[in-house]
């Protein structure tokens, strides 16, 4: 089955303990991207990726990081978290630029 | 800055109304669109999408919506709606021509409940 996978999909973690969301695609997609979903704010573009090993900036990327070393991998890095990540993550992947994204579920990160 | 804006964040409608909603853009060049919907505790789904071609694309579950290139709009309609399609609908556009390709921009939503 076509999938794009997201682990964890819960997590509560305190300020400043490192942690990464892993994101895994099964389709052979080229693009790649992080999402963050706010209330009121809709769906904001964290990182993006075109191909392995060439990533860029979303609208928000401070206080994030991702690599793609692999193409079906995209892990989203937070280095030190901070309340204001508090958060729902979507990764979201597509054949190539300007196709049509597949969503995850969705990852529900909480930092007290 | 570029921006995609949803007119209504909110709209409640009674069964069997007709559903419009509103989507404008910034981009002055080419553009792929797009409308998500995401049901209550789960995660977007595409409904419909526009590339090229006839500007009136139609997308699953009867809706449809309207590309006006002078309008800078993408509005999403359905003619009858149903208590299923309470959910939030997200525009999106990407920018096929500038230095910011591979930037998805994504409206604030709109949520629509349907009443029975």
């Known amino acids: 089955e076509a999938q794009v996978t997201q682990n964890p999909r819960y997590l509560i973690t305190v300020t400043g303990k490192k942690l990464t969301v892993t994101c895994s695609q099964n389709?052979?997609?080229?693009?790649m991207s992080w999402y963050r979903q706010d209330p009121g704010l809709g769906l904001r573009q964290i990182y993006y990726?075109?191909?392995?090993?060439?990533?860029d900036k979303g609208d928000v990327p401070e206080g994030y990081k991702v690599s793609r070393k692999e193409k079906r991998n995209f892990p989203l890095i937070l280095e030190s978290p901070s309340p204001n990540q508090t958060s729902l993550y979507f990764c979201?992947?597509?054949?190539?630029?300007?196709?049509?994204?597949?969503f995850g579920e969705g990852s529900w990160l909480t930092v007290v | 800055a570029q921006s995609v804006s949803q007119h209504n964040h909110h709209v409640i409608l009674s069964e069997a109304a007709s559903l419009e909603l509103g989507c404008n853009y910034s981009?002055?060049?080419?553009?792929?669109l797009f409308w998500y919907v995401q049901y209550p505790g789960q995660h977007l789904q595409l409904l419909l999408k526009?590339?090229?071609?006839?500007?009136l694309v139609k997308g699953i579950k009867g809706f449809e919506a309207e590309f006006i290139k002078s309008k800078f709009s993408f509005n999403l309609r359905k003619p009858s709606v149903q208590w299923s399609d309470t959910a939030e609908y997200f525009c999106?556009?990407?920018?096929?021509?500038?230095?910011?390709?591979?930037?998805?921009?994504f409206g604030a939503g709109t949520q629509v409940v349907v009443t029975p």
């Open positions: 979201a992947s597509s054949l190539n630029v300007g196709n049509t994204i597949y």
């Open positions: 389709m052979n997609h080229e693009y």
């Open positions: 526009y590339f090229s071609g006839d500007p």
């Open positions: 999106a556009v990407i920018d096929m021509t500038t230095d910011s390709w591979g930037k998805f921009q």
């Open positions: 990726s075109m191909n392995v090993e060439v990533t």
């Open positions: 981009y002055g060049g080419t553009v792929n």
